[in-house]
């Protein structure tokens, strides 16, 4: 069948997320979601799953994976597999949450920006501005080799740092909305502005809003491992940027042993995709310019 | 029940809105009384400024608006009321049925629930005691299986289910003045007359302000009758005396216009609401207009009992 009202310029730009469809459900909105949950299920259980003390010397140095220790050992004897496993809460923890930290910023900023209009707009969005132009990581960086901050802390300030980027396209969509018949109907019932934007505005934006979490969660994941890499992460834990550091600088790579440096790195590549597909999927999914394409 | 007693004066509002073209000065100097209990029909065409008196009532037109008179409102005039109290006269006091029913309801919400917030907004039922009173309400404008319908989204509802449902938003808290912003339009002939039926019942307990193009309409429900062109009122008056004897050349066009008086359409278009013409504002497309007529603006003249016109051929 022919969709009408498409014009092939429309039609090439559309991404091609079609081809994942099995009959009419998106395979790619499925099985991201399910490697998410595999992830968040181990990061919850870590302690069940994990064999060993992430920190304990568990058997000989550089030992290949055996059935005891699943994925061999590092060069202090520890057990990699156990640190993979426990490596995912840390890593979850920055994303998640620096998402969290940053979306409620984003969300209530937008919400107010975009619903008062005029100058409020004006200025917050100019505030805004000014701070995009920040730059998140040098700073993040200063800061946590100068506090050395716990996890919780450098993911509350990634976010904050970070993450103003999803105000712009919450704002533009409260401005829409914030005009809309059913904003000033129920402000012809009584209503007050605050009433409006949480009860009226918030629940129209939240598919929005869960799209910007996973993609920041992303984002602030893979920053998080970076800052591991650096050596600056939290050092009473263990995380995959950290594991990937002292693989590299002990002579995982030199020495060939594929069993210290890959686990890791596959692990960070894999949920990184699968954030990155389950933000597309549901994108497409919640944005009826990609809906009309089906037909 | 029609009491002498005004229930809403406004007097001499104009309301404005800055472009970059200029100042649209939206209504100009209306003078409008509604008694307790009666019904008001406002007609004109789109653009008159119909609903922007009525908007302007609530005070729910933008911020840099600009309005200047009185709305009094049992004494109180609504123009000068904080917000907190002019929230508590929204919905409770006067409600309003907006147009484009289509769009008036929040597309994630529950039908049900949107009606009950209004409850629990003024009334202070809570939970499932205002989910009742919302299934009452929907019952009342006749939707059929209130009970299930209350539990839908709105693209659940037809045009004509949502034009009830919106009333009974509106009637939620029981308000003694109603404005109705064109109830009627978009609607095929049979759910028409079904929404005017269940406005004749509605108005036997309160005030209405009835806007309108739909001439019809007015004549049904209507006690009064005003006409408004250009955002001023040019002719008002009791429903017979407007309808079958107009004196405007506006409403005598207006009424000519229709299919079954004729369908002669009034020559020309409306006047630019920026730069209205200086005289009366209708002159330019009158056929009955004398030199006079462009450059002096009429006042309102009586020409009956309570019926008033703004037109030199009866001054």
Not at chain 1, 53 to 76: E, I, K, R, V
Not at chain 1, 94 to 101: D, E, I, K, P
Not at chain 2, 101 to 109: D, E, Y
Not at chain 2, 159 to 176: F, K, Q, V, W, Y
Request: charged share 20%; with cysteine; proline share 6%.
């Amino acid at each position: 069948m022919r969709s009408f009202g498409v014009t092939p310029h429309a039609r090439s730009s559309i991404r091609v997320w079609r081809w994942v469809t099995v009959s009419g459900h998106n395979v790619a909105l499925y099985l991201s979601l399910g490697v998410i949950l595999v992830y968040c299920a181990i990061a919850l259980f870590a302690p069940v799953i994990a064999p060993f003390d992430p920190f304990a010397m568990s058997g000989s140095p550089l030992a290949p994976p055996d059935a005891t220790h699943l994925l061999g050992t590092n060069d202090l004897a520890q057990d990699i597999f156990s640190r993979l496993i426990w490596g995912t809460r840390a890593t979850l923890i920055l994303g998640f949450l620096g998402a969290a930290v940053s979306v409620v910023m984003d969300t209530i900023i937008g919400i107010v920006a975009g619903y008062y209009g005029g100058r409020v707009d004006e200025a917050v969005m100019r505030f805004v501005d000014v701070m995009m132009t920040i730059p998140a990581f040098p700073l993040l960086l200063v800061v946590t080799i100068f506090f050395r901050p716990g996890i919780y802390v450098t993911a509350v300030i990634m976010g904050l740092f970070g993450g103003l980027n999803g105000v712009r396209i919450i704002r533009s969509q409260v401005l829409t909305l914030a005009v809309s018949d059913f904003v000033v109907g129920t402000k012809a019932l009584g209503a007050g502005d605050g009433y409006i934007m949480g009860r009226h505005i918030l629940p129209n934006i939240l598919p929005l809003v869960g799209v910007k979490f996973v993609t920041s969660a992303q984002h602030f994941m893979l920053v998080g491992i970076g800052l591991g890499f650096l050596g600056i992460g939290d050092q009473n834990l263990v995380d995959w940027g950290q594991m990937i550091e002292r693989a590299s600088q002990n002579g995982g790579i030199i020495l060939g042993l594929w069993w210290w440096l890959i686990p890791p790195g596959l692990a960070v590549t894999v949920i990184s995709l699968a954030l990155a597909w389950f933000a597309y999927a549901w994108e497409e999914r919640i944005n009826p310019r990609f809906q009309v394409m089906r037909v | 029940m029609t009491t002498d007693e005004p229930l809403l004066r406004v007097r001499g509002l104009k309301v404005g809105f800055p472009t970059s073209d200029g100042l649209v000065k939206a209504s100009d100097a209306i003078d409008l009384t509604i008694r307790t209990g009666e019904t008001l029909a406002l007609l004109g065409e789109t653009g008159s400024g119909k609903t922007v008196l009525g908007m302007a009532i609530l005070r729910l037109l933008q911020p840099n608006t600009r309005i200047e008179g009185e709305i009094l409102y049992r004494g109180r005039d609504l123009l000068s009321l904080p917000e907190r109290e002019m929230q508590k006269v929204r919905g409770r006091e006067i409600a309003v049925v907006l147009q484009n029913s289509g769009t008036s309801f929040n597309p994630v919400l529950r039908v049900g629930d949107q009606i009950a917030e209004a409850i629990t907004l003024h009334r202070g039922l809570k939970g499932p005691d205002a989910e009742a009173a919302a299934v009452d309400l929907l019952d009342r404008v006749r939707i059929a299986d209130p009970a299930r319908m209350a539990r839908e989204y709105p693209h659940r509802f037809s045009g004509g289910m949502r034009e009830r449902a919106l009333i009974a938003l509106a009637l939620a808290c029981n308000p003694s003045f109603l404005i109705a912003d064109e109830p009627t339009r978009g609607l095929d002939a049979v759910t028409r007359r079904e929404i005017l039926s269940l406005f004749s019942e509605i108005n036997r307990d309160r005030s209405v302000l009835f806007i309108t193009h739909d001439i019809e309409a007015a004549a049904t429900l209507a006690a009064r009758v005003a006409v408004m062109y250009a955002g001023e009122i040019v002719e008002i008056g009791p429903v017979d005396a407007v309808l079958s004897s107009p004196v405007h050349p506006y409403t005598r066009g207006l009424l000519g216009s229709l299919p079954e008086r004729g369908m002669r359409p009034i020559p020309g278009s409306a006047p630019s609401l920026i730069a209205p013409p200086a005289g009366c504002r209708f002159s330019p497309r009158c056929t009955f207009a004398v030199g006079r007529c462009e450059k002096e603006h009429p006042g309102l003249v009586e020409v009956g009992p309570g019926h008033y016109a703004r037109c030199m051929l009866y001054d």
